[in-house]
């Protein structure tokens, strides 16, 4: 299985700073890296696909980046409501793994 | 609207079988381009995929957990039914299922586009 590996595991933050959340991936998994948004006791939330494609709905501060084993989710000016876990998801190969969540938190 | 929802037992004994069931609206199991994933996430662990299934009735299941895993769906009723045997304390998690949004139909990779609020099942006697 490809092992997927975020960084940090948690970030404190304040609402309008810029954030950058890392995933490296295993080995290449060309574009096919997601990124998710869970906050407690809702689904979690698809905010980009194919490493970069804003999913629709997704507020334009949100972006990705990265191809091969490296990729990043950047947050340009966050909100109130931007404070949770992030994860990213390869889509590669079978079975699909998740990394461990990245945990955004307020200042 | 898409949506789905799990639904099954809260709490089952140590060498049970669990049957969980995702109800889905919005969208049909008879869409090429779409398929279901059940996924899971223990309690301060990562979420793991543990099995999907598409229109064509092509499935896949994780490895460490294929000979306990049985995927399997119901077009009519729009549900998509996970059973997991020998249920162990390791398997209490939040189950969920998502919807696969298929972008490469030759490779049937794509992403979970919508998912459902979970349900946590404990395995206790």
Same mark, same amino acid.
């Given at each position: 299985?490809?092992?997927?590996?975020?960084?940090?595991?948690?970030?404190?933050?304040?609402?309008?700073?810029?954030?950058?959340?890392?995933?490296?991936?295993?080995?290449?998994?060309?574009?096919?890296?997601?990124?998710?948004?869970?906050? #407690?006791?809702?689904? #979690?939330?698809?905010?980009?696909?194919?490493?970069?494609?804003?999913?629709?709905?997704?507020?334009?501060?949100?972006?990705?980046?990265?191809?091969?084993?490296? @990729?990043?989710?950047?947050?340009?000016?966050?909100?109130?409501?931007? @404070?949770?876990?992030?994860?990213?998801?390869?889509?590669?190969?079978? #079975?699909?793994? @998740?990394?461990?969540?990245?945990?955004?938190?307020?200042? | 609207?898409?949506?789905?929802?799990?639904?099954?037992?809260?709490?089952?004994?140590?060498?049970?079988? %669990?049957?969980?069931? +995702?109800?889905?609206?919005?969208?049909?199991?008879?869409?090429?381009?779409?398929?279901?994933?059940?996924?899971?996430?223990?309690?301060? /662990?990562?979420?793991? +995929?543990?099995?999907?299934?598409?229109?064509?009735?092509? /499935?896949?299941?994780?490895?460490? %957990? /294929?000979?306990?895993?049985?995927?399997? /769906? *119901?077009?009519?009723?729009?549900?998509?039914?996970?059973?997991?045997?020998?249920?162990?304390?390791? *398997?209490?998690?939040?189950?969920? +299922?998502?919807?696969?949004?298929?972008?490469?139909?030759?490779?049937?990779?794509?992403?979970?586009?919508?998912?459902?609020?979970?349900? %946590?099942?404990?395995?206790?006697?």
């Amino acid at each position: 299985d490809i092992q997927m590996t975020q960084s940090p595991s948690s970030l404190s933050a304040s609402v309008r700073d810029r954030v950058t959340i890392t995933c490296r991936a295993s080995q290449s998994i060309s574009s096919y890296l997601n990124w998710y948004q869970r906050k #407690p006791g809702k689904a #979690p939330k698809l905010l980009i696909y194919a490493a970069s494609s804003l999913q629709s709905g997704v507020p334009s501060r949100f972006s990705g980046s990265g191809s091969g084993t490296d @990729f990043t989710l950047t947050i340009s000016s966050l909100q109130p409501e931007d @404070f949770a876990t992030y994860y990213c998801q390869q889509s590669f190969s079978t #079975p699909p793994t @998740f990394g461990q969540g990245t945990k955004l938190e307020i200042k | 609207q898409v949506t789905l929802k799990e639904s099954g037992p809260v709490l089952v004994k140590p060498t049970e079988t %669990l049957t969980l069931t +995702c109800t889905v609206s919005g969208f049909s199991l008879s869409n090429a381009r779409m398929g279901v994933s059940w996924i899971r996430q223990p309690p301060g /662990k990562a979420l793991e +995929c543990l099995a999907h299934i598409f229109s064509n009735d092509e /499935k896949s299941y994780t490895t460490s %957990l /294929k000979s306990r895993l049985t995927i399997s /769906k *119901d077009t009519s009723k729009s549900q998509v039914v996970l059973t997991m045997t020998n249920m162990d304390p390791v *398997d209490t998690a939040t189950y969920y +299922c998502a919807r696969i949004a298929v972008t490469a139909m030759a490779t049937r990779r794509g992403h979970f586009d919508y998912w459902g609020q979970g349900t %946590l099942v404990t395995v206790s006697s």
